[in-house]
């Protein structure tokens, strides 16, 4: 699902955020990417995702070769790869069921059948009666799932989160991780990035650990 | 093809939701542009109606061609048949002196000083309608003539239609130019306009982009807007300029009800109405690719 094959990037400014990394998920995987903040998890996820190209090396997502893609089907192709931000991204001038349809609404879906998708993702991460609500209504436990519904209501093979419990207190991440994980079950590939024990605890998947942008040593690839 | 059809739908209501969201801003601007777009319509209704007063008038060159006064009626019928020999003519008619003298005196106040001459001063002459309104063959005609036996002198009397000619087409030239100039300006205006729209959408734009928009998809409700306020101002323009067109039309019959049958203005046709309002459109579209392109890519260079 996803291949990375000595892997660097460099930001303009010089800053190496990534270099050598070398790791695959497989389909229907899930796995934690974790590390210090600045190890470079975010940076990975972004590539994994179609958000950024890399600098050297080549990332393979959905048996496509984003660094040979151009711009249209680059964005074409992160249509069907679900990111959850770890900033949320979500726009303050809409409310939740509005931001939920972005995706759909991109993918030009006719409003019916999108009206019945955006329920259920609410639905399913438990927001359903909060569809008028406006961003700033919600909690920050809220914003995340509401982040998360925007994610899923494509029906992406794969999903991708940064830090998607950060900034959550114990209760609310163990929620998010749950809901993760019912993802996964569903068959659904699944990279998320996380510096929290207790999740990775209670994910109990495969870890790929980064230090300084390279991957840890030790780590099985 | 019906998704196709869909994001294009969307893209239009997207638009239309976007101009109702501020009615007064964007009446203001569509009148604004309506009124730069009707200035050179305006110009070209007041040429072309000036050209076809102008056309009431008889225009059809002629050249008067005046005999000696010593010359007799067998030289004047000589006369006659080589110019009936010339292609270009199409017609021939002979003034006698007499019927030129009794016309003047009939015409202007000079019959006392007319009277008071011993003898008819005016020559027997033949006035010649051509065929052709071209300057340079009148001139050849004009040139050959005056060397014909007992003709003293030749006047081609197609100076003023050349003129007129002349004055049309400087005046059509410096429409054009205006109408290039404010079309420019029109453009630039839609471009200002679109890419304020899309600085105050720049959250939208980057959250869609990152989930999979393309540049198509994030262009296409600002095409729309620009189009739209094109649309909308050209029809404005055509309301403006008619609305003048019909009050300079009444102001006309009012201030010279003697010439109102050959002074009158030509507004435009449908087809050129047509013409106008899809210019228009063409020029916001113009104007909103421009301004959404060079600030997405400001947006890139930023990030």
Not at chain 2, 62 to 67: C, N, P, R
Not at chain 2, 208 to 231: C, E, K, M
Not at chain 2, 286 to 294: E, K, Q
């Amino acid at each position: 699902m996803i291949r990375f094959s000595a892997v660097a990037k460099r930001y303009p400014g010089g800053l190496e955020a990534l270099r050598g990394v070398s790791f695959e998920v497989a389909e229907g995987e899930m796995v934690a990417v974790t590390g210090h903040s600045g190890a470079g998890k975010s940076t990975l996820l972004k590539l994994a995702a179609g958000i950024e190209r890399a600098s050297a090396g080549t990332v393979v997502v959905q048996g496509q070769n984003v660094g040979a893609l151009g711009e249209s089907a680059l964005a074409i192709l992160r249509r069907r790869i679900g990111f959850v931000f770890q900033e949320h991204k979500l726009l303050f001038d809409r409310n939740a069921f509005e931001n939920v349809a972005l995706p759909l609404r991109i993918c030009g879906f006719p409003a019916q059948e999108a009206a019945r998708r955006v329920h259920a993702a609410l639905d399913k991460v438990g927001l359903l009666g909060r569809e008028k609500a406006l961003p700033v209504a919600l909690s920050g436990g809220e914003q995340q799932r509401l982040c998360i519904a925007r994610a899923i209501v494509n029906r992406p093979m794969m999903l991708v989160a940064d830090e998607p419990t950060g900034n959550l207190d114990s209760d609310y991440a163990r929620a998010i991780v749950d809901l993760f994980a019912s993802f996964h079950q569903v068959g659904v590939t699944v990279l998320l990035a996380t510096h929290d024990e207790a999740s990775l605890a209670r994910l109990g998947c495969r870890r790929v650990a980064l230090a300084a942008g390279a991957l840890a040593a030790g780590e099985p690839a | 093809m019906r998704r196709a059809l869909r994001l294009h739908l969307h893209a239009l209501s997207d638009a239309l939701r976007r101009i109702a969201a501020q009615p007064l801003a964007s009446l203001f601007s569509i009148v604004v542009l309506g009124a730069a777009i009707a200035l050179p319509v305006l110009a070209a209704v007041m040429l072309e109606s000036a050209i076809a007063t102008a056309a009431g008038f008889d225009m059809e060159p002629h050249v008067s061609v005046y005999l000696t006064l010593d010359a007799t009626p067998d030289d004047a019928k000589r006369v006659e048949q080589a110019l009936r020999g010339q292609p270009d003519v199409a017609a021939v008619s002979f003034v006698p002196r007499a019927q030129a003298l009794a016309e003047l005196q009939s015409r202007t106040h000079l019959a006392e000083l007319l009277a008071a001459l011993d003898r008819n001063p005016l020559p027997d002459a033949f006035t010649v309608r051509m065929r052709t309104p071209d300057a340079a063959e009148l001139d050849r005609a004009r040139s050959a003539w005056s060397r014909l036996p007992k003709v003293d002198q030749v006047v081609a009397d197609f100076e003023w239609s050349r003129r007129l000619t002349q004055w049309a087409d400087l005046g059509e030239r410096v429409l054009l130019a205006i109408a290039a100039l404010l079309s420019a300006a029109v453009a630039f205006i839609v471009a200002h306009l679109i890419r304020l729209q899309v600085l105050t959408r720049r959250e939208e734009i980057e959250v869609s982009q990152l989930i999979g928009a393309t540049s198509a998809d994030v262009r296409r409700p600002f095409l729309y807007h620009g189009a739209l306020q094109g649309l909308f101002a050209g029809a404005v323009a055509l309301a403006l300029a008619a609305a003048v067109a019909a009050w300079a039309a009444h102001e006309l019959s009012v201030l010279t009800p003697d010439y109102a049958a050959e002074l009158k203005v030509v507004f435009l046709g449908p087809m050129e109405r047509v013409a106008l309002v899809g210019a228009a459109l063409l020029l916001g579209l113009a104007g909103a690719w421009a301004g959404v392109s060079r600030q997405l890519r400001r947006f890139a260079a930023d990030r």
